[in-house]
Each structure stands twice: as C-alpha cells, then as structure tokens.
C-alpha cells in the first residue's frame, strides 16, 4: 500500500494528515478554514486518494500559515507514499471547466521542483480565506511533493470557479501521474531514478 502519515507542529501550526494513493473511501480534512477545506475535498474527490488532515493553525493572525503548512505537509506525504516511484506515469495534465471558467493543471513527479502559476482573481477573499493563499498552498506542494507544477486559469469570471477549477485539475492530473502502468518497468526516466 501506497501511504504516509506525518505530524508537523510549530509555533504557528499543528497538523496531522494521513494520505492513501491507494484508497478512495477515507477522507476527513479540517483546517478551521471553510473555503480550503471545500476545495481539499474536491482535490482528495477528483485524485481518488484517501485523505485526512487536521490542522490548528494560527487563524486569529490570518489563514496563510494553515494553507501553506498544509501544503508542505500535503508535498512530503505525497512524496513519502510514492516511494521509488517505480512503475508509475510520472505525469499528468487535466482541463476542468467550471460553469465560465476553465482551469489546466499539467505536473511531472521528477524529482525537480517548480512552480508556474499563471492565474489571476478579482476576489481577495472568500470567506476568511484570501486567495492568494491558492499560490502559497500549490509552492508549498509543489517543493515538498519535489514535483514540476504548472497550473493556469485559461478563463473565468467567478473566483470561487476559478480556483475550484484549479483543485479540481490538480487532482485529476496527479490521479494520472501517479497510476501504476503495467507497461512501465521501473522508473519512467532514462536516468533510472525519479
């Protein structure tokens, strides 16, 4: 099985999460954040993978220190779980449209980490959560899960649409990527290592 647990704590977060490649049914998130938790569901949803996060941050400074700690915590287990990476796809691309938006995701679990985030929001905020944060949550994965990650919103009026439209990509993509391929023996790189 395909799995990792962590427990991070600083000064500013305490999480607990639990990551299961393998198993859809399991999936329990609260941050304390309405809006990250949605669109969290929607990610563990569209990538088929059994999530549970618990997070207490420090909410009463804002909600940037929760997200991003998240994200970290999210980037290690992801990593964690996919071991050697042997026999896996490696990448993964995924258009979502979502009502007038439209949202690409494509990433590749090299080992390199990279971030191109290419998406703007007219809303700061929804809920008490500020959308900024959405770039914050997919650095932190992106450099911890050691993966290239480029995510676009092509179209869009609606922020809310926007950025689910984005999660909702980046679970699909991942879900491709990390696919066990029978035809794949090893790693899929002609360098032998991922």
């Known amino acids: 099985m395909r799995t990792a647990k962590m427990e991070r704590k600083t000064a500013e977060t305490s999480i607990k999460m639990e990551v299961y490649l393998d198993q859809s049914e399991k999936c329990e ?12 569901t929607l990610f563990a949803r569209h990538s088929r993978i059994g999530f549970v996060c618990e997070a207490i941050g ?8 929760t997200a991003e700690d998240v994200g970290i915590v999210l980037g290690q287990c992801l990593k964690e779980a996919l071991g050697d990476k042997a026999g896996i796809n490696r990448y993964g691309s995924e258009y ?3 009502d007038e938006s439209l949202g690409f995701v ?3 679990l090299s ?9 703007t929001f007219d809303n700061p905020k929804l809920g008490a959560f500020d959308t900024e944060l959405v ?27 926007k ?22 023996q090893g790693v899929n790189s002609t360098k032998g290592v991922l």
């Open 29 to 40: 998130i609260n941050t304390g954040v309405g809006f990250l938790d949605h669109m969290l």
């Open 58 to 65: 420090d909410l009463e400074v804002d909600s940037h220190h």
């Open 96 to 98: 979502v449209p979502m």
């Open 106 to 108: 494509a990433l590749d």
């Open 111 to 119: 080992g390199r980490s990279y971030l191109v985030f290419d998406a």
């Open 135 to 161: 770039e914050e949550f997919f650095q932190a994965v992106a450099f911890n899960a050691a993966m290239n990650l480029h995510c676009r919103v092509l179209y869009g009026k609606n922020t809310h649409h």
């Open 163 to 184: 950025i689910e439209a984005l999660f909702k990509a980046f679970g699909r993509a991942l879900r491709q990527a990390i696919t066990v391929n029978p035809d794949i």
